[in-house]
């Protein structure tokens, strides 16, 4: 069992920047994909960016690219969401996922790999 922690949520103006991280506290090698989604109220829930095994392989919803990186660090057991240029249609609940997939396809467009959800943490931009 990992458990995901999210942190990092708050208000900010657009704009601006947030960092959103998320520590995993019984981190396994199995976990290949990591990533985020997102619940804005009033729309379906998003996949937001996920990450495959390596750091190299990485996945970023059109809404967000060029905009959002992820990324992970092994060793602290961790994942990062970096959010720049926040506007306020990213204003929402950001939720942590972990799964196990063959590759990164998986990864990248199928929700249900992810089987292993943090609590979620909020995300509020204003004009």
């Known amino acids: 069992q990992v458990d995901l922690v999210e942190s990092g949520g708050g208000s900010v103006q657009a704009g601006e920047s947030l960092r959103l991280t998320c520590t995993a506290s019984?981190?396994?090698?199995?976990?290949?994909?990591l990533g985020w989604f997102r619940q804005v109220p009033g729309k379906e829930r998003e996949g937001v960016a996920a990450?495959?095994?390596?750091?190299?392989?990485?996945y970023v919803s059109d809404s967000v690219k060029g905009r959002f990186t992820i990324s992970r660090d092994n060793a602290k057991n961790t994942v990062t969401l970096q959010m720049n240029s926040l506007a306020p249609e990213d204003t929402g609940e950001y939720y942590c996922?972990?799964?196990?997939?063959?590759?990164?396809?998986?990864?990248?467009?199928?929700?249900?790999?992810?089987?292993?959800w943090g609590r979620g943490t909020q995300v509020t931009v204003s004009s």
């Open positions: 996922v972990a799964g196990v997939a063959p590759n990164p396809y998986w990864c990248w467009n199928s929700a249900s790999t992810y089987t292993l």
């Open positions: 990450i495959y095994n390596g750091h190299e392989n990485t």
């Open positions: 019984k981190y396994t090698r199995s976990s290949s994909c």
